[in-house]
């Protein structure tokens, strides 16, 4: 089994936190879409959404976060001779859903300084047009991507749009915490894969220093937060690279990676 992940993206966090709890043994292939390795044509080809996760089983391939997880469920159910007991339950499902339905960019780069933020955008839509002269073939892909990258600019300037991400983010946060007051997890007394799910989105909140607006104010997912820290998978997945002065090793990479590439062009 094959992951194409990157430690920045939120949907990788959401399905290498899954195959680590669940215990299943994958090959994982990273590829950083802020320095254009995700619109390489031998991935393009497979994946033109150029989006983050891909798993590949096989000749099977999925895209979607909430289905490579479920499919993950699936072999570990396998792997055990379970039933579908070991499935997630209805009331699961429904909070992964709730939580994908936020989508995190937007607000991820309105938090990112404008300088930086254009900077790696301007060197993404340079990858793409040398991606497209190199592969004639799949320059209608690569058009839209390339119309994606300017249309997100020009929404990064629209007030409402970030407003918009602000308020679904506060109503699921404000649901977690009522939620948080009867239970210890997020779908009832066991830890489950709508935990899994809302790991990630916690840990961008702290990546971007807005935790104390979105998490500390919160005093049952603030608790929660700190149980889901001592977790292994998250000190695997997230931690690894994001804890502590680890953030800063692993901004100023990919920063001085784009920056160098951009001087290049120039000469």
Not at 206 to 232: K, T
Not at 238 to 264: A, E, H, M, S
Request: hydrophobic share 40%.
């Amino acid at each position: 089994m094959q992951l194409y992940h990157h430690p920045y993206s939120l949907d990788s966090q959401k399905v290498r936190l899954a195959l680590e709890e669940k215990g299943i043994d994958y090959t994982s292939n990273h590829v950083n879409p802020i320095t254009g390795r995700n619109m390489d044509a031998s991935f393009f080809r497979i994946n033109q959404s150029a989006r983050l996760p891909l798993f590949q089983n096989g000749s099977h391939i999925i895209f979607n976060t909430i289905e490579i997880i479920q499919y993950i469920e699936r072999i570990a159910v396998v792997s055990l001779g379970g039933d579908d007991t070991f499935f997630s339950s209805r009331e699961v499902v429904e909070w992964m859903h709730k939580i994908q339905a936020w989508n995190p960019k937007y607000f991820t780069l309105s938090h990112v300084p404008v300088k930086y933020r254009i900077s790696v955008s301007k060197f993404n839509r340079q990858v793409i047009i040398a991606r497209m002269s190199e592969s004639p073939e799949l320059a209608s892909s690569y058009h839209c991507k390339l119309k994606d990258a300017y249309e997100t600019e020009d929404k990064l300037k629209n007030p409402q749009v970030l407003k918009r991400s602000k308020e679904h983010l506060v109503r699921l946060l404000d649901e977690v915490e009522t939620k948080l007051k009867e239970t210890a997890f997020l779908a009832g007394d066991e830890f489950s894969m709508a935990d899994v799910m809302l790991i990630p989105v916690l840990a961008r909140l702290v990546l971007l220093n807005v935790e104390d607006e979105y998490i500390s104010s919160r005093p049952n997912i603030a608790e929660y937060w700190v149980l889901m820290q001592q977790r292994p998978s998250y000190k695997k997945v997230i931690g690894k690279y994001f804890n502590g002065w680890r953030r800063y090793k692993t901004l100023v990479k990919t920063w001085c990676f784009v920056r160098f590439r951009n001087l290049l062009r120039r000469y």
